[in-house]
């Protein structure tokens, strides 16, 4: 009998269902397409890099059960508040509880399980989009192929009726403990204010603003101190940031309806009343849930610009780092075996030779000071360039011929790092190469690989005729070690001047352009030529001093088409789990409004019917109705589009290697207005639909 | 006495050609300011009806209503809101509160949308509270309140605007006895101290014996119409019952 009620009630309801029917499908199905992606070979198998991928992806479906699991909650607690009248009733007529919350469990379940298989189903179509746009991403041919993994539906299986039976068994409690009365007359009444007391409001409003300023500028610190970065320091950040904008948001929706509330004559203007009352009968369900949408915008808006950011950087590394498809370093000069398997597996257009030189305390370095490249570049010796063969690399790339007088230098650097330099060379455009003094002609900034190659950071391009003074500085770093086949260790041989240089000096050069790109095999098979090296090497383990050795390359190898190959993967990874994520919230977050819209249309229909016969004319109810779901919209947005600002600028500095400011600002730019539309549109359509659900009256 | 409501020669009717139904029929009548007229009949005599005419809820099919000198029949669909916020006060059977205002706001809101001053409207609410014995519910909000109190707070809802007139359906109708009796005083008191003009719909005899003119109608056509005059309240009532008796049905009716 009960069964066949409830039934026939969830018959009755199926436009209110609707929307929960969706929802849950919609959450199946994500989860399971992701779950799928996470245990699939094909994708596995497409890169190296790409094991990490599916770890990231499994380790980030704690945050989507987490979303869901709030979504779903409040999904079903809506259709209990919905269909509180409808129990009481029953109550009334003397149904037990016991029997009202087992009826209440078994819809859920038949809505669950038909929901579960509906939502798989959709989720198999969804993976194989998915891959396919990974495949398209790796330029690999894929098939459509209708996959099943039993893994994949096992996990989507626990995560989804875990949290199922978690929120139902919450509304099974609900229900036994609410009186018949409540049930009954849930419509009717108003929340009360957590905090009654306005001084404890203005409290709360203060901590959580101290809360959120403790969180940026830990955050701060955080990311301009690279070095000191720790995990339990980013967990207490982010833990404050929560826990401020929550408190945020509880105090500051009470502050606005008490500042317009308590006062008569603002309560008395205009439509303020009637507004902040609607808004005030739900107080709590509002904080709690703006602070929710507030948080998730947040983490929106960060993950967003984040993944721009590491997108330019990879992109900017390649331009800046790799403009030559072959670029190779050895510590002495004869490339000949690396030429001759050059020139048998890639076409190659042009291909040069050339040295750079060490020189000492030119203070250029000073230029740096304070900023994220002081700890790319040696204290008192930098790499220099012969000006001949800077003008043939130019030429090799493309770029226009410059001239260089006798007493002029050049700064080649990143553009990255032009600013400071300019910022120097305003102050002091002099600088002494072994006592020679010489006038900075210019800071060129094309790219020319300052990032590690030719230079870390910046190269000094010397008059040709300085040629013998070079090599006698260079001499003097590097001095010729024969049982180490003239390659030099430098950090042993200077200790007394205290350089660190690291291990080997790679000063031989040898730049390729070719008329293809190369492959991950060119590349290994070109850095196997190189002679390794076995090096003696103390450590201390357990308090013992252990030695053993390790295989060091004499040489280092740089190829284009490796390198973009390994980004493709990377920002395949990153964008992905961007997208994933912030498709999660966005659904969650639309679904919650759109329930929570048609719930209250529903509920403000009789308000707004009441209006019209007190003789409120409909441009007056457009115009409420449009400041009503304006706060709604607007509050928020408000404090997430606000504190993301710093967040997003300190994470940004460890990126400034790389990344111009220039940039981040208009990552920042295109994050916030691609969100401002896709929520504008959003708006927008709730209003529409909501002023036509209120003028169906009469 | 001026004349602030003429009804002449109104129809209504429902259904299509084949098939009419007369609401009203050719009613007319006039009603005067400060007076207190009632209007009697059974289910689907169609008081309600013209109740739903004068307020503007509903059209007529045909004749006229001026309300002071301006006919309603003809005023233009953007203007009636304005039209029903500046002339017409309501009561209603269920009260017709917003449960997320207090008492107080309620009574507000009709100022707020009448655009009176903020500073004027809480003394105005003062006021008009004190006179009919509310002001100690004004904080309360509606579902902390008896029906009796909700509906004290309509009327209140419904004179502080001072409208020309004040329309008033079943106002006793979800009423117990007692709270039907101190509203009705109330009532008698807004008309007789306020000069407040009153239409009300009503079937209940007790309820009706509070108005100086009472108007029976029966399928759609005034049927009688009797005065109070210096009449005693009682003699009044029962006079009503001897129309109703009349009204139940003619003696050929009944077999």
Request: hydrophobic share 35%; charged share 25%; aromatic share 12%.
């Given at each position: 009998m009960l069964g066949k009620l409830s039934i026939r009630n969830a018959k009755r309801q199926a436009k209110d269902y609707i929307i929960y029917f969706i929802t849950v499908i919609i959450s199946v199905a994500l989860i399971f397409s992701f779950n799928s992606i996470a245990v699939s070979?094909?994708?596995?198998?497409?890169?190296?890099?790409?094991?990490n991928f599916s770890k990231s992806i499994t380790g980030i479906s704690i945050i989507v059960v987490l979303t869901i699991a709030w979504l779903i909650n409040y999904t079903m607690k809506f259709m209990l508040e919905k269909r509180s009248k409808e129990f009481g009733t029953y109550e009334i007529l003397g149904i037990e509880k016991k029997d009202i919350s087992k009826m209440f469990t078994l819809e859920n379940i038949i809505i669950g399980i038909i929901a579960f298989i509906i939502g798989v189903f959709f989720g198999i179509f969804l993976y194989q989009v998915l891959t396919l746009i990974?495949?398209?991403?790796?330029?690999q041919p894929y098939e459509i192929k209708i996959t099943f993994s039993i893994m994949a539906v096992g996990m989507t299986a626990i995560y989804f009726f875990g949290i199922f039976l978690i929120v139902l068994l919450?509304?099974?409690r609900k229900i036994r403990k609410t009186k018949v009365y409540n049930l009954l007359y849930a419509d009717k009444q108003n929340e009360n204010n957590v905090i009654k007391n306005p001084k404890g409001n203005i409290l709360i409003f203060i901590i959580s603003i101290i809360l959120i300023v403790c969180a940026v500028l830990i955050n701060h610190k955080e990311f301009t101190d690279i070095s000191d970065f720790t995990g339990r320091n980013m967990f207490i950040a982010i833990t404050m940031l929560i826990l401020g904008i929550y408190l945020f948001y509880i105090s500051i929706s009470s502050f606005i309806v008490k500042r317009y509330l308590d006062n008569k004559s603002r309560k008395y203007k205009k439509d303020?009343?009637?507004?902040?009352?609607?808004?005030?009968?739900?107080i709590n369900t509002m904080s709690v849930t703006m602070g929710t949408i507030a948080f998730m915008f947040t983490i929106i808006l960060i993950g967003g610009n984040v993944a721009l950011l590491l997108n330019n950087m990879l992109n900017n590394e390649i331009e800046m780092g790799y403009p030559f498809e072959i670029m190779m370093s050895i510590p002495e000069n004869d490339f000949s075996k690396y030429k001759e398997y050059i020139n048998q597996n890639v076409k190659v257009k042009d291909m040069y030779e050339y040295r750079l030189y060490n020189v000492y305390n030119t203070n250029v370095r000073k230029a740096l000071d304070d900023t994220v490249f002081e700890e790319r570049c040696y204290d008192d010796i930098d790499k220099v360039m012969m000006?001949?063969?800077?003008n043939k690399l130019r030429e090799m790339l493309g770029y226009e011929k410059v001239h260089l007088k006798d007493d002029e230098i050049i700064i080649q650097t990143l553009k990255t790092a032009e600013?400071?330099?300019?910022?120097y060379t305003n102050k002091n455009d002099k600088i002494k190469i072994a006592d020679i003094e010489f006038k900075i002609k210019e800071i060129r900034t094309e790219n020319l690989s300052q990032i590690n190659f030719n230079g870390y950071t910046y190269i000094i391009i010397v008059p040709d005729n300085l040629i013998d003074i070079v090599k006698k500085q260079d001499s003097k770093i590097i001095s010729k070690d024969t049982d180490n086949n003239s390659i030099t260790n430098v950090e042993q041989d200077n200790e007394e001047n205290n350089t660190k240089i690291g291990y080997f000096d790679f000063g031989y050069k040898l730049v390729v352009t070719t008329y293809e790109t190369t492959d991950e095999k060119f590349y290994e098979e070109l850095s196997e030529l190189i002679e390794k090296k076995e090096i003696p090497m103390t450590s201390e383990v357990r308090g013992e001093d252990q030695q053993f050795n390790i295989q060091y390359p004499l040489g280092e190898v740089y190829t284009r088409g490796y390198r973009i190959g390994q980004v493709k993967s990377m920002y395949a990874i990153i964008s992905f789990l961007a997208f994933y994520v912030a498709l999660i919230f966005v659904m969650a977050t639309a679904t919650l409004l759109a329930i929570q819209q048609l719930n209250d249309s529903e509920k403000y229909k009789y308000r707004y019917e009441l209006l019209k016969k007190l003789g409120m004319d409909e441009l007056q109810m457009n115009r409420i109705i449009l400041k009503q779901l304006f706060f709604y919209f607007a509050l928020p947005m408000l404090l997430p589009f606000v504190v993301c600002i710093p967040v997003i600028l300190s994470v940004g500095s460890i990126f400034t290697i790389a990344v111009t400011m220039k940039e981040i600002i208009t990552n920042i730019c295109i994050i916030y207005g691609l969100f401002v539309l896709v929520y504008g549109i959003y708006f927008i359509a709730t209003d529409v639909q909501f002023t036509r659900n209120i003028e169906e009256i009469g | 006495m001026e004349k602030i409501l003429k009804v002449e020669k109104i129809q209504k009717y429902y259904g299509n050609k084949d098939n009419i139904t007369k609401a009203l029929d050719q009613i007319s009548f006039d009603v005067d300011e400060g007076e207190f007229i009632g209007i009697m009949g059974a289910s689907g005599s169609g008081k309600t009806t013209l109740l739903n005419c004068i307020s503007t809820i509903d059209n007529v099919s045909s004749g006229h209503i001026y309300l002071g000198n301006q006919d309603i029949t003809e005023i233009k669909e953007a203007d009636i809101a304005k039209f029903r916020r500046e002339n017409l006060g309501f009561i209603f059977q269920d009260f017709n509160l917003l449960d997320t205002l207090t008492m107080e706001e309620n009574i507000a809101l009709i100022l707020t949308i009448n655009k009176i001053p903020e500073k004027e409207i809480d003394t105005k609410i003062k006021d008009i509270a004190k006179k009919l014995g509310i002001e100690n519910i004004l904080n309360k909000y509606p579902y902390q309140v008896s029906g009796g109190q909700k509906q004290r707070t309509a009327a209140c809802r419904a004179i502080v605007n001072s409208p020309k007139i004040?329309?008033?359906?079943?106002?006793?109708?979800?009423?117990?006895?007692?709270?039907a009796k101190q509203l009705l005083e109330i009532m008698e008191d807004m008309n007789k101290n306020m000069k407040a003009t009153i239409l009300m719909v009503t079937h209940d005899t007790f309820t009706a014996s509070y108005c100086s003119k009472i108007l029976f109608l029966k399928d759609g056509k005034i049927f009688n119409k009797i005065e109070k005059g210096e009449k005693q309240r009682k003699d009044f009532y029962n006079e009503i019952l001897d129309v109703l008796a009349l009204l139940g049905g003619d003696a050929r009716d009944v077999r």
């Open positions: 070979e094909d994708i596995k198998e497409l890169s190296s890099v790409m094991e990974i495949m398209n991403l790796f330029n919450n509304c099974r303020n009343m009637f507004l902040y009352r609607n808004l005030t009968s739900k000006f001949s063969d800077y600013a400071a330099f300019k910022n | 004040i329309l008033a359906d079943e106002p006793t109708g979800s009423l117990d006895s007692k709270s």
